[in-house]
T-cell receptor
Framework: DAGVTQSPTHLIKTRGQQVTLRCSPKSGHDTVSWYQQALGQGPQFIFQYYEEEERQRGNFPDRFSGHQFPNYSSELNVNALLLGDSALYLC??????????????FGPGTRLTVL | AQTVTQSQPEMSVQEAETVTLSCTYDTSENNYYLFWYKQPPSRQMILVIRQEAYKQQNATENRFSVNFQKAAKSFSLKISDSQLGDTAMYFCAFMKSTNFGNEKLTFGTGTRLTIIP
């Protein structure tokens, strides 16, 4: 059973460019959450997708957008890249309705470097 | 809004010893979940243990156990018989409980734990 997968592993972009990161959830999971982890910090919640819609969003600008496909995989898009967008981007999947806890399982992350 | 505080940026302990990592949180919610995640140098965030706030009994998973003090809003992680593979960043995280069930995680800043051979 494959866990959460993310691609690419590493990415280097220049300021002003656009980037797309991809995530495939763990088998049986229908919900994908994205987090940004700056160097030396804890992950910060970007947004969550469920049933192909953005269900909740953290304090990130509109330059950050996403999508969820019918097979539950997801993309994170960042436009007009800034140096401060350099970070590890983590995808987490879960199954909504797995009470009492919808535990989130993380992928290995994509390291984005903006020059 | 919730906040999670980990006051120990770094810790080290000899192999086979016991170590306790601290975490405090602030919330006005009554129902929530707490988690400890481990992030080794490979970067993959791995779930270590979880605790439901409505349960008084502290969660345990093999060598890992928590001391959950709801009134004090404290959630510490104890690692017994520490092993070299326990070397990692450890993050404490909070998730509120709602009818939907699947909420965002709020993380602390982490504690870097080094196990010394």
């Amino acid at each position: 059973d494959a866990g959460v997968t993310q691609s690419p592993t590493h990415l280097i972009k220049t300021r002003g460019q656009q980037v797309t990161l991809r995530c495939s959830p763990k088998s049986g999971h229908d919900t994908v959450s994205w987090y940004q982890q700056a160097l030396g910090q804890g992950p910060q919640f970007i947004f969550q997708y469920y049933e192909e819609e953005e269900r909740q969003r953290g304090n990130f600008p509109d330059r950050f957008s996403g999508h969820q496909f019918p097979n539950y995989s997801s993309e994170l898009n960042v436009n007009a890249l800034l140096l401060g967008d350099s970070a590890l981007y983590l995808c987490a999947s879960s199954h909504t309705g797995d009470f009492p806890t919808d535990t989130q399982y993380f992928g290995p992350g994509t390291r984005l470097t903006v020059l | 809004a919730q906040t999670v505080t980990q006051s120990q940026p770094e810790m080290s302990v000899q192999e086979a010893e016991t170590v306790t990592l601290s975490c405090t949180y602030d919330t006005s919610e009554n129902n929530y979940y707490l988690f400890w995640y481990k992030q080794p140098p490979s970067r993959q965030m791995i779930l270590v243990i979880r605790q439901e706030a409505y349960k008084q009994q502290n969660a345990t998973e093999n060598r890992f156990s928590v001391n959950f003090q709801k009134a004090a809003k404290s959630f510490s992680l104890k690692i017994s018989d520490s092993q070299l593979g326990d070397t990692a960043m450890y993050f404490c995280a909070f998730m509120k409980s709602t009818n939907f069930g699947n909420e965002k995680l709020t993380f602390g800043t982490g504690t870097r734990l080094t196990i010394i051979p």
